[in-house]
C-alpha cells in the first residue's frame, strides 16, 4: 500500500482492516488460488482501476499505518489508560 499499488490479499488476520476490499485492494478467500489468480488477472486487465486502488491504499496507509500516525494513536491509547 505504501508504494501506491493495489493489495490482494487474503481475508485473515487484520488484513480485513488494512485492505478496503475494492477500495484499497482486493481481498479473496485464504487458501483459495484460483481467486487470488482471477484478483490479480483482473487488476491486470483494468490498469486504471488498479491504479486507483493503488493511490487510495497508499492514502489509507499514510493516515492509519505510517510512522507519526502509529505514534499518535499509541499516545491517545495510552493517555486513555493512563486517565482511567
Known amino acids: 500500500m505504501a508504494l501506491a499499488l493495489p493489495v490482494v490479499a487474503t481475508g485473515v488476520g487484520g488484513m480485513v482492516e488494512a485492505v478496503s476490499h475494492a477500495q ?5 478467500p485464504p487458501r483459495d488460488a484460483s481467486a487470488a489468480a482471477g484478483a490479480l488477472a483482473r487488476l491486470a486487465a483494468q490498469p486504471e482501476w488498479a491504479r486507483q486502488l493503488g493511490e487510495s491504499g497508499r492514502e489509507r496507509q499514510r493516515e492509519l499505518y505510517a510512522g507519526d500516525a502509529m505514534v499518535e494513536r499509541y499516545e491517545r491509547a495510552l493517555a486513555e489508560v493512563a486517565t482511567r
Open 24 to 28: 484499497t485492494g482486493l481481498i479473496v
